[in-house]
């Protein structure tokens, strides 16, 4: 049906966003693994900058080919808790395309700022609080026009936080699933088609990618708060991959959303008239096969009358004679 295809969608789409926030989290987590082997000597560390930047040199080539074959990888960094080394110590690469080269730069400096200060440093702390893995919300980078997305990994060695290991993330790599969802491939000749569009949400319930917006926003506040049920829906946790109805700027729409590995949401979204439309053109075609089937049927069975009938028409003039 074509409630089971809207569903199948979101399903396919989904996984393929969560193959890649999984390709993402072992690039990391390989680079944390690497940095945990290379400390061979915890109190030197602590202590001594010549062995955190022969500790450093040890890790940038091994670095940079993991984030250089990383998909949508714009930036990788290690860095060290500021009360064991100097503000500004530890790996921060950066490049503006995912074909570019990564160029060295120097890391921000931890004594600029204040532990609270988030925009700042926050992709530090909130990771060392967390005292886990996370997945920041994405963000917009100013310097080259992008949203990106980060997952940072507390550094612990014998127990002890030293630092984090993260990768700054293209969100792009994320959206692309979105562009090309495949469910309906004609939408791009199809005026009505192109109707269709997708979200995915921040684990603050904000739209962070659509076609339609370009800042980011609650679906609460979208379409003067008629989306606000199903805002509704995703907070609490019902209805997931389930087939929603619902209404956006005067028109009945289906929605299927799922929860992604990471926290996010991601939505598939279809006008009914789109799936209506589909429903019409199989109908149609079934009507045209069958009155082609039937038309075939009667001409068959003409000739075949006619062949039959002449024998039948001798034997009866023989009998006759």
């Known amino acids: 049906s074509t409630g089971e295809n809207i569903q199948l969608e979101s399903v396919s789409n989904g996984n393929e966003i969560n193959s890649t926030i999984s390709a993402i989290e072992q690039a990391v987590n390989t680079m944390n693994d690497i940095a945990v082997n290379n400390l061979k000597d915890l109190n030197t560390f602590k202590v001594d900058n010549n062995y955190v930047n022969n500790y450093v040199e040890q890790m940038k080539s091994s670095f940079k080919e993991i984030a250089s074959n990383t998909n949508g990888a714009l930036t990788y960094y290690i860095r060290f808790n500021p009360d064991y080394t100097n503000p500004t110590s530890g790996i921060f ?39 886990k893995a996370t997945w920041m919300d994405p963000y917009y980078n100013d310097n080259i026009n992008k949203y990106m997305i980060s997952y940072v990994v507390p550094l612990k060695v014998n127990g002890v936080t030293i630092g984090v290991v993260g990768m700054d993330v293209d969100f792009d790599v994320f959206g692309r699933y979105i562009e090309y969802a495949s469910a309906y491939p004609n939408r791009a000749g199809d005026s009505a088609l192109q109707q269709i569009f997708e979200a995915i949400q921040d684990s603050s319930n904000n739209i962070i990618y659509h ?37 956006y700027k005067n028109e009945n729409k289906r929605l299927v959303y799922t929860k992604l590995t990471n926290g996010m949401i991601y939505a598939f979204t279809i006008p009914y008239s789109v799936i209506t439309h589909k429903i019409n053109s199989i109908m ?38």
């Open 284 to 321: 149609i075609r079934i009507i045209i096969i069958s009155t082609l089937v039937y038309i075939v049927a009667i001409i068959a069975a003409e000739v075949l009358g006619r062949k039959l009938s002449k024998p039948i028409s001798r034997v009866t003039e023989m009998i006759k004679k």
């Open 93 to 131: 690469a950066s490049r503006n395309t995912n074909e570019a080269d990564f160029n060295d730069l120097v890391p921000t400096d931890f004594s600029m700022y204040s532990k609270d200060d988030l925009e700042h440093v926050g992709w530090y702390y909130v990771p060392i609080n967390n005292n």
């Open 211 to 247: 076609p339609d917006f370009n800042d980011i926003l609650s679906l609460s506040e979208v379409d003067n708060g008629s989306l606000k049920e199903i805002q509704n829906y995703i907070e609490n946790g019902e209805k997931s991959n389930e087939v929603i109805q619902y209404k």
